[in-house]
């Protein structure tokens, strides 16, 4: 299986802070990623696929990067809704594989 | 309005069976790959498998952990998707999600709102 490793599992921000978050891969997945938000007790909400892709409606300070092993999801200006869990998901090999989470909290 | 809803949880005791639907609405769920992801309580996300569509033949693909005790299929005509659940341990209770997706390239971009399913005695 593919592991992938989110750090950090926790960030403090504030309200305009950059929020930069890293999923390693364990292999090379190509662009085959994805990164999800999930606030509490709703489902998760895709932001990214194909590793740098904005989805559709999704605001344009969230962006992500990288290929191969090594990814990055960052948020510039912080804002208030952001405040939340955010998880990468793998699609290159299956099982489908999910990072650990990283938390977006309130500093 | 793009939609998936779950039903079909509940508790059910070690060993037993619950089989979990999801009703689509709004897309051409013929068109779309299904997915089911499951979230243990205060845990992170798990996927669970796949159901491609038409296309590839309706072809299922499942994590190690439900492989052979779990079974998803699909009726396109009835825009639902279903995981059957045999076998159940207290370690397969979670949230489930179906979500859908155009290919694995596209990431899950629709999800419902989740069923919970309790494994206890």
């Known amino acids: 299986d593919i592991q992938l490793t989110q750090s950090p599992s926790l960030v403090s921000a504030s309200v305009g802070d950059r929020v930069t978050i890293t999923c390693r891969a364990g292999?090379?997945?190509?662009?085959?990623l994805a990164w999800y938000q999930q606030k509490p007790g709703e489902a998760p909400n895709l932001l990214i696929y194909a590793a740098s892709t904005l989805q559709s409606g999704v605001p344009s300070r969230f962006s992500g990067s990288g290929s191969g092993t090594e990814f990055t999801l960052t948020i510039t200006s912080l804002q208030p809704e952001d405040f939340a869990a955010y998880y990468c998901?793998?699609?290159?090999?299956?099982?489908?594989?999910f990072g650990g989470g990283t938390k977006v909290e309130i500093k | 309005e793009v939609q998936l809803v779950e039903s079909g949880g509940g508790l059910v005791q070690p060993g037993g069976s619950l089989r979990l639907s999801c009703a689509a609405s709004g897309f051409t769920f013929s068109d779309h790959y299904m997915e089911w992801v499951r979230q243990a309580p205060g845990k992170g996300l798990e996927w669970v498998g796949r159901s491609k569509n038409k296309a590839q033949r309706y072809a299922t693909e499942y994590a190690a952990s439900v492989k052979g005790r779990f079974a998803i299929s699909r009726d396109d005509s009835k825009k639902t998707l279903s995981l059957q659940m045999n076998g159940l341990k207290s370690e397969d209770t979670a949230v489930y999600y179906c979500a859908r997706t155009r290919g694995s390239y596209y990431g899950f971009d629709i999800w419902g709102r989740g069923t919970l399913v309790t494994v206890s005695s």
């Open positions: 292999q090379d997945i190509y662009t085959y």
């Open positions: 998901q793998q699609l290159n090999t299956y099982p489908l594989t």
